[in-house]
């Protein structure tokens, strides 16, 4: 293909699915929370507002300065963030999969790795007045004890953040692997190809169904449960939501995002909901998000609503679970994660 | 059972403490105002009209707020009832 015609596509087809990205990913907080209050028989939210609503609501509001260690590369996360998740989506699309190799099990694991990476600075930044140096220890006479460290809650939830970092979402990862190795390739178009091959040759108006879609079998199956789990893991949702418990760290490390700031934060943490759903319908059931065929990607949207409805139920009945849980439950995973790399070998 | 603490002279509405479906309530929301000079604790979630009357025992201001009222409206109104300062 001509390389002036390859770049204006690309150029086109990722405008487009960043427009088409932002705005569903908008809806599907408030389909989440709507189904979470049902589930505990209340009427929950209008649909519409903890997604679009919260988020223009606070665009509107005044500015307001963030405490923080590095007040400027404290409020670059946010945006970094958005960009982060924004390209994480891109590459799962088909113009993305020839691009230097980023649509592959590399690019979306890498560029996972440094979404997560960023809630371990946040938290490392913040400095709320809320926690304004919490005493880990009290300072009245005779209490002290010598040599601790007094820190903002936020760090602790920096410290969570990379706990999670480090073991929480390694199931993920391990359950990412399995399209690929069933497919004998580490880029998205060769999962696609043997998942999907009439995808390669129809034209934009029609909408090719897999013929063998990896999650209709055992390893793909499995795999398909211990990436949902790890969904869970790094949405940061519950049950694995410790690093922002507001029991005891408030809001972690976004606690001091206020304002636009916070727009942004919702708009990230609201398409990384979308982009990991939609990368599952990519990788395991063999749709991908084509921006030049209406079909494909309207099927591969709703398609993507399954991970956040069984999120949805899921958190509507969970608690939060400590790190004494956390771990174990990781173990469990990576060996369910590891079974089903195994067998998939064998596809 | 979980409880919620209502500061003295402040307000609350009890949207999303209220299991709907099962309380099955007249209204679609109450604003609940503490006329005290102390903090008052309440009963959450309301899984009943029970729940209701067991706040207007405790004797604070409560104003139900039916599908098409407007919230602000109510919230201005149980401020002024319980002589609250705050915006």
Redesign the interface.
């Known amino acids: 293909m001509d390389p002036v015609l390859f770049i204006a596509g690309l150029i086109l087809s990722s405008i487009v699915a960043t427009i088409i990205a932002i705005f569903y990913s908008l809806v599907l907080p408030g389909i989440e929370r709507k189904l979470q209050a049902r589930v505990q028989q209340r009427i929950g939210p209008p649909v519409l507002t903890p997604g679009w609503w919260a988020v223009l609501k606070f665009w509107y509001k005044g500015k307001a300065e963030p405490i923080a260690q590095m007040p400027l590369f404290y409020k670059s996360l946010i945006w970094l963030g958005i960009a982060v998740v924004l390209l994480l989506f891109l590459f799962s699309t088909p113009y993305w999969w020839v691009v230097l190799g980023w649509g592959s099990v590399l690019g979306i694991a890498g560029f996972l790795k440094l979404e997560e990476v960023l809630y371990v600075l946040m938290g490392s930044q913040s400095q709320s007045i809320l926690t304004t140096p919490m005493p880990m220890n009290d300072l009245v006479k005779g209490a002290k004890v010598k040599g601790v460290l007094r820190e903002f809650v936020e760090q602790h939830s920096a410290e969570r953040a990379l706990k999670m970092m480090a073991v929480g979402s390694l199931p993920l990862y391990i359950a990412l692997l399995v399209p690929f190795v069933a497919a004998r390739s580490g880029m998205i178009s060769d999962v696609i190809r043997a998942q999907n091959p009439v995808y390669f040759n129809s034209s934009w108006l029609s909408l090719p169904l897999p013929s063998n879609p990896v999650i209709l079998t055992v390893p793909g199956f499995l795999a398909a449960v211990v990436y949902f789990v790890g969904y869970l893991m790094l949405l940061n949702e519950k049950p694995f939501s410790i690093l922002k418990a507001k029991v005891d760290v408030i809001e972690g490390g976004v606690l001091e995002y206020a304002s636009k700031l916070r727009a942004g934060y919702y708009l990230m943490r609201n398409l990384l909901l979308f982009a990991l759903s939609s990368i599952f319908v990519t990788l395991f059931i063999g749709i991908p998000f084509d921006p030049f065929m209406p079909l494909c990607f309207i099927l591969n949207m709703i398609l993507s609503l399954i991970l956040p409805i069984a999120m949805a139920i899921l958190v509507a009945f969970s608690p939060i679970l400590t790190f004494r849980q956390i771990y174990p439950a990781t173990v469990g995973l990576s060996a369910l994660g590891v079974l089903a790399l195994i067998l998939s070998v064998s596809l | 059972m979980p409880k919620l603490v209502i500061r003295p002279k402040h307000v609350i509405t009890l949207g999303?403490y209220?299991?709907?479906?099962?309380a099955n309530l007249p209204y679609r929301d109450y604003v609940v105002g503490n006329p005290f000079d102390e903090p008052v604790k309440i009963e959450a979630?309301i899984y009943s009209i029970e729940g209701i009357k067991a706040l207007q025992d405790l004797g604070l201001v409560v104003e139900p707020v039916a599908k098409y009222d407007r919230l602000t409206e109510k919230l201005k109104k149980v401020k002024a009832l319980i002589g609250s300062e705050t915006q």
């Open positions: 999303g209220v299991v709907e479906y099962r979630p």
